[in-house]
Nanobody, 122 residues
Framework: QVHLVESGGGLVQPGGSLRLSCAASGRTNSINTMGWYRQAPGKERELVAKFTYNGRAQYGDSVEGRFTISRDKAKNTVDLQMNSLQPEDTAVYYC????????????????WGEGTLVTVSS
């Protein structure tokens, strides 16, 4: 069992910044991938950023160059620094974790946080 708890969401002005944090607890040795997805009303859930099973950072096309993902393996946390925020970044952001291999993630190993709302006003 893995539990994911997000924090750091809020309201910011366009061009501003926020830092999200996700803390993993439980059987953290059963996951090797952690990151962030987001979903806005009327849109599909999309990848924001994640660390792959081999430790490489991967970013969604819409945020690359503006967002930075980081982690503290000892504390089992992963953070998302979001800069140059725009109204289209408004969404519920979800922490995500799974167990992956070169062929992809292993079915039944995906975990999701409850989500934290980020609102960028214009």
């Amino acid at each position: 069992q893995v539990h994911l708890v997000e924090s750091g969401g809020g309201l910011v002005q366009p061009g501003g910044s926020l830092r999200l944090s996700c803390a993993a607890s439980g059987r953290t040795n059963s996951i090797n991938t952690m990151g962030w997805y987001r979903q806005a009303p009327g849109k599909e859930r999309e990848l924001v950023a994640k660390f792959t099973y081999n430790g490489r950072a991967q970013y969604g096309d819409s945020v690359e160059g503006r967002f930075t993902i980081s982690r503290d393996k000892a504390k089992n946390t992963v953070d998302l620094q979001m800069n140059s925020l725009q109204p289209e970044d408004t969404a519920v952001y979800y922490c995500y974790a799974d167990w992956s291999a070169p062929f992809g993630y292993v079915a039944g190993t995906a975990y999701w946080g409850e989500g934290t709302l980020v609102t960028v006003s214009s």
